[in-house]
């Protein structure tokens, strides 16, 4: 084909000549307006953030709409906006809200909004061959080498968030230890039960990634914790010794930095040292923690973090990436890509635009993979390592400065010292009984949470429920903190009236309550 040929064939094709022909805009002026007066309406929600609640319900009526019968027709581009605003926009989670403490959800930012249009104008395939947004995952990932420390040779992948990457690292490990050819035989053929390890504070993931891979949960042995809330190395290596006497295969320990509950980091250099020298996998679960490492003053927690075998996080969490987005690295490469790689003829990598070996889809379980590299990269490149780690260093600061005010509290008790981001305390007063304890803060979190002023979250510590307050929101000033303690102060009494009318018609009621 001559040159004047292919100059032909690249000429603009004539317009289509009636609108159903494509589902492209009629008038992409038209469509151009639109889009401004959304980009609009979406920059006002997030500017005005602080002005509305931290969180409310989602009443009756929205629900009732946001369930309408099955579209058969178009509703236009517009009406469809309209909907969103009115029935999606006021009843969010909150985690965009400076005052919502409950889980370790990211923040977002503004820029991400820009990322995210051109990822959804691009449409992009990250399963593989040759194209830039390709290039754009393989740099993230070498920019997460450099930040951990891994060798240049190890391999990564983007995946929707830590519980995936723990999936990938285990099936990993899995297969690297197992005797047989597990993806060709599965685990039928095993004379020995093989075995894994994590700690009493480590996240479900862990377990369903073992249930998920059918090596089943009970195989994942829950070792106890240490007064930090650290897994007890003693106890690891007792397990292991019996587990190995009893005829069973251990091949991997899950350590964890950044516990849920209280964001304990495990002595990864012990774990490090242990797995070398009982020839274990180490995957480190690093979901939020594993970020402090961009902090100066919290490095040196995570030290050994760059001898694990695999680490798992997100970029949605504390450097405030958009939902969703997470990562797997992975020391040995061959061993990452032998567990998930495949030989099917549609997907023989050549030349062309089938070239750009190896491909993302050799490395996972997924084919079709979004570009969620480019949020990444673009909230990187927007705000630096240096700010984003400035960041995180002042949202620890804040959870110190709570638990100050905790401390100075009279009816205020921090039940576990401060670690990173995470303030977990309660509510106490003296006459009331464990069980009303208890009651008193679960009311608390609830009415806290319905008057839209902060969204606390609960969980148990020793035994005790506890107000968890996660700060992953680079939003939080301590305004805000102080606003929380404020609130819990005005709401208590109707806390406590709740618990006593509940107990006063309980076989657990306590009649004296003059002290409380």
Same mark, same amino acid.
């Given at each position: 084909?001559?040159?004047?040929?292919?100059?032909?064939?690249?000429?603009?094709?004539?317009?289509?000549?009636?609108?159903?022909?494509?589902?492209?805009?009629?008038?992409?002026?038209?469509?151009?307006?639109?889009?401004?007066?959304?980009?609009?309406?979406?920059?006002?929600?997030?500017?005005?953030?602080?002005?509305?609640?931290? !969180?409310?319900?989602?009443?009756?009526?929205?629900?009732?709409?946001?369930?309408?019968?099955?579209?058969?027709?178009?509703?236009?581009?517009?009406?469809?906006?309209?909907? %969103?605003?009115?029935? %999606?926009?006021?009843?969010?989670?909150?985690?965009?809200?400076?005052?919502?403490?409950?889980?370790?959800?990211?923040?977002?930012?503004?820029?991400?909004?820009?990322?995210?249009?051109?990822?959804?104008?691009?449409?992009?395939?990250?399963?593989?061959?040759?194209?830039?947004?390709?290039?754009?995952?393989?740099?993230?990932?070498?920019?997460?080498?450099?930040?951990?420390?891994?060798?240049?040779? #190890?391999?990564? $992948?983007?995946?929707?968030?830590?519980?995936?990457?723990?999936?990938?690292?285990?099936?990993? +490990?899995?297969?690297?230890?197992?005797?047989?050819?597990? =993806?060709?035989?599965?685990?039928?053929?095993?004379?020995?039960?093989?075995?894994?390890?994590?700690? *009493?504070?480590?996240?479900?993931?862990?377990?369903?990634?073992?249930?998920?891979?059918?090596?089943?949960?009970?195989?994942?042995?829950?070792?106890?914790?240490?007064?930090?809330?650290?897994?007890?190395?003693?106890?690891?290596?007792?397990?292991? +010794?019996?587990?190995?006497?009893?005829?069973?295969?251990?091949?991997?320990?899950?350590?964890?930095?950044?516990?849920?509950?209280?964001?304990?980091?495990?002595?990864?250099?012990?774990?490090?040292?242990?797995?070398?020298?009982?020839? $274990? !996998?180490?995957?480190?679960?690093?979901?939020?923690?594993?970020?402090?490492?961009?902090?100066?003053? @919290?490095?040196?927690?995570?030290?050994?973090?760059?001898?694990?075998?695999?680490?798992?996080?997100?970029?949605?969490?504390?450097?405030?990436?958009?939902?969703?987005?997470?990562?797997?690295?992975?020391?040995?490469?061959?061993?990452?890509?032998? &567990?998930?790689? *495949?030989?099917?003829?549609?997907?023989?990598?050549?030349?062309?635009?089938? /070239?750009?070996?190896?491909?993302?889809?050799?490395?996972?379980?997924?084919?079709? =993979?979004? @570009?969620?590299?480019?949020?990444?990269?673009?909230?990187?490149?927007?705000?630096?390592?240096?700010?984003?780690? /400035?960041?995180?260093?002042?949202?620890?600061?804040?959870?110190?400065?709570?638990?100050?005010?905790?401390?100075?509290?009279?009816?205020?008790?921090?039940?576990?010292?401060? #670690?990173?981001?995470?303030?977990? @305390?309660?509510?106490?007063?003296?006459?009331?009984? &464990?069980?009303?304890?208890?009651?008193?803060?679960?009311?608390?979190? $609830?009415?806290?949470?319905?008057?839209?002023?902060?969204?606390?979250?609960?969980?148990?510590?020793?035994?005790?429920?506890?107000?968890?307050?996660?700060?992953?929101?680079? =939003?939080?000033?301590?305004?805000?903190?102080?606003?929380?303690?404020?609130?819990?102060?005005?709401? &208590?009494?109707?806390? $406590?009236?709740?618990?006593?009318?509940?107990?006063?018609?309980?076989?657990?009621?306590?009649?004296?309550?003059?002290?409380?």
């Amino acid at each position: 084909m001559s040159e004047n040929d292919i100059m032909k064939l690249l000429q603009p094709v004539a317009e289509p000549k009636h609108e159903g022909d494509s589902l492209d805009p009629a008038d992409w002026d038209k469509f151009l307006g639109h889009c401004i007066a959304e980009l609009r309406q979406v920059t006002r929600h997030l500017s005005s953030v602080r002005n509305r609640p931290a !969180w409310q319900p989602v009443p009756g009526d929205v629900k009732q709409a946001i369930e309408e019968d099955l579209p058969l027709e178009p509703q236009g581009a517009e009406g469809v906006c309209k909907d %969103i605003r009115s029935n %999606i926009l006021p009843y969010l989670l909150g985690n965009t809200h400076p005052r919502f403490f409950g889980w370790v959800h990211g923040s977002g930012t503004a820029g991400g909004l820009i990322a995210d249009l051109y990822a959804a104008a691009m449409n992009a395939n990250l399963g593989g061959r040759e194209h830039a947004p390709v290039y754009v995952e393989r740099t993230v990932i070498d920019w997460c080498k450099r930040i951990f420390a891994f060798p240049e040779t #190890s391999s990564g $992948l983007l995946v929707s968030g830590t519980s995936m990457a723990n999936a990938v690292a285990v099936a990993v +490990a899995r297969n690297h230890h197992c005797p047989v050819d597990v =993806r060709e035989e599965g685990l039928t053929l095993l004379s020995k039960t093989m075995v894994g390890y994590t700690s *009493t504070e480590s996240h479900c993931s862990v377990a369903k990634a073992f249930e998920l891979l059918g090596l089943g949960r009970k195989q994942l042995r829950k070792i106890p914790v240490n007064r930090n809330f650290q897994i007890d190395l003693e106890a690891l290596q007792t397990q292991v +010794a019996r587990d190995r006497e009893a005829g069973f295969q251990p091949f991997c320990v899950v350590g964890t930095a950044g516990t849920v509950n209280c964001a304990a980091i495990d002595d990864l250099q012990e774990l490090a040292t242990i797995c070398d020298r009982e020839e $274990l !996998w180490l995957h480190v679960d690093g979901a939020f923690g594993a970020m402090a490492i961009l902090s100066d003053e @919290f490095r040196g927690d995570l030290a050994g973090i760059e001898r694990a075998d695999s680490l798992a996080f997100d970029f949605h969490k504390w450097i405030h990436v958009g939902y969703d987005a997470g990562c797997v690295l992975v020391r040995n490469a061959e061993a990452h890509r032998s &567990a998930f790689n *495949t030989t099917e003829d549609y997907l023989a990598v050549a030349q062309g635009a089938a /070239a750009g070996a190896p491909w993302f889809c050799e490395f996972g379980p997924e084919l079709s =993979r979004g @570009f969620r590299a480019l949020k990444v990269w673009f909230t990187i490149k927007e705000h630096g390592l240096n700010r984003l780690g /400035a960041k995180i260093s002042d949202n620890c600061r804040l959870a110190r400065f709570l638990g100050d005010l905790v401390d100075k509290h009279p009816n205020l008790e921090n039940l576990v010292r401060v #670690s990173l981001n995470i303030v977990c @305390f309660r509510y106490r007063i003296p006459a009331l009984s &464990a069980a009303e304890l208890d009651s008193l803060n679960d009311e608390l979190i $609830l009415l806290l949470q319905e008057s839209g002023v902060a969204v606390p979250s609960r969980t148990r510590i020793n035994n005790q429920v506890a107000i968890r307050v996660n700060l992953t929101n680079h =939003r939080t000033t301590e305004s805000d903190i102080r606003i929380l303690v404020e609130a819990i102060d005005e709401i &208590a009494p109707q806390a $406590l009236s709740r618990v006593v009318q509940g107990f006063e018609q309980s076989q657990d009621y306590l009649p004296d309550r003059s002290s409380a």
